[in-house]
């Protein structure tokens, strides 16, 4: 087994070998930090738990601090995979609106987001454009693809408004801020389907956009 094994490692291509030793610390790193925080994780622990030497860290990351933000980006970008994309035959922003925002809820409302964002205000004495960055990353491509479609709408006849781009952020802001109770209040069953859909409908009748389904 282990000379299969060996010779499986030998087949990996360096770039492949150097992404999954990334990877692994990356593991490691989100495991401590998320347990004990970023003041009270030392290197050393996060070498235990990823199963790696000190040196093997420091070549990827130059510091607690590198592996701290690059593990924050990564969370940031694994939410941006789950968000939909606007479907671009249905020109009525408020159906395409409220399939976002339920996705967006729902990203926030699992564990390893909430962690994350506790993470995050816990270390924002040390990293004050960490709150910033991790939107951007997070819901940034989310908010550009709302502007490109409601656009679109606006185009169609089934939209008028001013600003896309406003819009589209306000929506984002305010879907995040449903979110953020349960990232303050520990211990919340997580939503349900429904709970999701009714606050998503607070947001499109706040921003002018209910539909049939809000009323």
């Known amino acids: 087994m282990l000379s299969n094994t060996r010779r499986s490692d030998a087949r990996q291509s360096p770039d492949l070998r150097s992404a999954l030793r990334k990877r692994q610390i990356l593991d490691g790193a989100r495991y401590v930090f998320f347990l004990n925080g970023y003041v009270d994780t030392s290197v050393e622990a996060i070498t235990v738990q990823a199963g790696v030497s000190k040196g093997s860290i420091y070549h990827y990351f130059d510091s607690k601090d590198a592996l701290f933000t ?3 980006k ?3 970008e694994r939410i941006a995979r789950v968000m939909p994309v606007p479907d671009p035959d249905d020109l009525n922003p408020a159906s395409n609106l409220r399939q976002i925002g339920t996705a967006i809820l729902d990203a926030f409302d699992t564990p390893a987001t909430i962690a994350t964002l506790r993470l995050i205000i816990g270390a924002l004495g ?3 454009h960490l709150g910033k960055e ?4 997070s819901l940034g491509p989310t908010v550009e693809r709302i502007t490109v479609h409601l656009d679109a709408c606006s185009a169609a006849g089934t939209l008028r408004i001013a600003n896309s781009r406003t819009l589209a952020e306000q929506f984002a802001k305010r ?3 449903q979110a953020m109770e349960r990232v303050l209040v520990p211990d919340q069953p997580r939503q349900t389907e429904a709970e ?3 606050r998503v409908g607070e947001v499109l009748r706040g921003l002018g956009l209910s539909s049939g389904e809000d009323a």
């Open 196 to 198: 999701g859909s009714i």
């Open 70 to 72: 690059s593990l924050i």
């Open 126 to 128: 040390r990293f004050p």
């Open 175 to 177: 879907c995040l801020a």
């Open 134 to 137: 991790f939107l951007r990353d």
């Open 74 to 76: 990564a969370e940031a």
